[in-house]
């Protein structure tokens, strides 16, 4: 296990281009889930680093369908406790919200799929990393709140999905804990006080009003 991770590792590491870091971080997005000890591998080979570096190179990762495979990653790795130090290192929350504007380009199903895959598994990153207060003061501080809500709000922003909805107001009450300042007093009383279901269901009637 531990030769094959280090060898997809490398691949994603010095790929030269999308394919071989798609396929790559595919193949150690599958691990993630099968073998619990890979994601504690990966964090002691610089895991974060190298899949971070990757995303913020666009020969490398170029599509919707990379960075899928690499958030998933990030949000099986944010899991353990000590990978919160590690993606807040390497800048990593940026990259998570960054990954909140997801956009298609084709328009295609397939592509639009992965663009939901992007932003339901970068909420649930951001969620699981803002159990650390510093992680989530950092958060807020990158204008985190506002896209969320907009998700919420606004079902063209999450391609009206329901998985992303309930992702971005599972990550929302997250952050509200640790500021709830940050949220107007409608924002707390729609998104964040009722029961999660209730405030999924206002949210699903905003897209009945929009459509």
């Keep these: 296990m531990e030769e094959i991770i ?9 790929a030269s281009g999308g394919e071989v870091c798609l396929l790559a971080s595919a ?10 000890m ?3 591998m990966l964090l002691h080979m610089d895991a974060v680093k190298v899949l971070l570096g990757a995303c913020a190179d666009r020969q490398r990762v170029n599509s919707s369908y ?5 958030v998933t990653i990030l949000a099986n790795l944010s899991i353990l406790e000590q990978s919160a130090a590690e993606i807040q290192q390497e800048n990593g ?18 592509e639009v799929a992965a663009c939901e895959r992007v932003l339901q598994k970068s909420a649930i990153t951001i969620a699981r990393l803002c159990r650390d207060p510093e992680i989530a003061k950092s958060a807020i501080n990158h204008e985190c709140i506002p896209r ?7 079902p063209e922003e999450r391609f009206s999905s329901d998985a992303v909805l309930v992702a971005c107001l599972a990550a929302l009450r997250r952050l509200a804990i640790a500021c709830p300042e940050g949220l107007d007093e409608a924002d707390l009383q729609q998104l964040v006080r009722p029961r999660l279901v209730d405030s999924f269901l ?3 009637n905003m897209e009945e009003s929009f459509v």
Excluded: P, V, W
């Excluded at 193949?27 to 619990?36: E, P």
């Excluded at 990379?66 to 690499?70: E, G, M, P």
């Excluded at 969320?148 to 606004?154: D, K």
């Design 6 to 14: 280090t060898a997809l590792l490398r691949l994603c590491d010095e």
């Design 27 to 36: 193949a150690l997005a599958n691990i993630t889930f099968y073998d619990s």
């Design 38 to 40: 890979a994601c504690e």
């Design 66 to 70: 990379a960075r899928d495979q690499i």
């Design 93 to 110: 929350m940026t990259s998570l919200i960054g990954m909140l504007t997801e956009k298609t380009l084709s328009g295609s199903a397939a």
């Design 148 to 154: 969320l809500i907009a998700l919420c709000r606004h």
């Design 202 to 204: 206002l949210c699903s």
